[in-house]
């Protein structure tokens, strides 16, 4: 089995499809380890705003295997096949890392870099696995996040629920 994290957003009738990605994920690879919820600016883009968070699974599939999943999951959930990067969805669904994976692996560039530039996927990945270490930086997330600089993109964590279960509450960045 390989860990693997995964970046999750919507800014599309935010709670809903979160939760139906959640939901989905879920379903495919059994029990998630989940990170807060983050509020986020659109960047990239004039849209409205993100709720971004990170899932760490564990599974069998390959990158290939994996990819598709995300992709049937993101398109089962409204995306368009063919939607620009930055634009607004419904789901989005983004491979982070496959185990300490570097490199173009079926198609997929890991670790995905924007862990490194993005406060809305490093802030939940250094808070889901704070001591686990960045494949190329060769640097903890925690490490990693302290040395990021977190005024430049405002993210605000929030309350959210899933299954009843509460999985993030409000907070500082």
Not at 10 to 34: F, K, P, Q, V
Not at 44 to 61: E, K
Not at 68 to 89: M, V
Not at 137 to 150: K, R, T, V
């Amino acid at each position: 089995m390989t860990r693997v994290y995964l970046g999750l957003g919507s800014n599309i009738e935010r709670e809903r499809y979160l939760t139906a990605g959640l939901d989905a994920l879920e379903a495919l690879y059994g029990h998630l380890e989940l990170s807060p919820v983050y509020d986020c600016e659109a960047i990239g883009f004039v849209g409205q705003p993100f709720l971004n968070m990170v899932v760490g699974i564990d599974t069998a599939a390959s990158v290939a295997e994996l990819a598709r999943d995300l992709r049937r999951i993101e398109t089962e959930h409204g995306r368009l096949p063919d939607a620009a990067r930055y634009s607004p969805r419904q789901l989005d669904i983004d491979l982070l890392t496959w185990g300490d994976a570097c490199g173009v692996v079926d198609g997929v560039l890991l670790p995905r870099p924007e862990i490194l530039r993005n406060a809305f996927v490093l802030r939940p990945l250094a808070e889901l696995a704070p001591e686990e270490v960045h494949p190329e930086a060769g640097q903890s997330y925690a490490a990693l996040w302290s040395q990021f600089d977190q005024g430049s993109q405002a993210v605000r964590r929030v309350p959210f629920k899933w299954r009843g279960r509460e999985i993030s509450q409000s907070g500082p960045v």
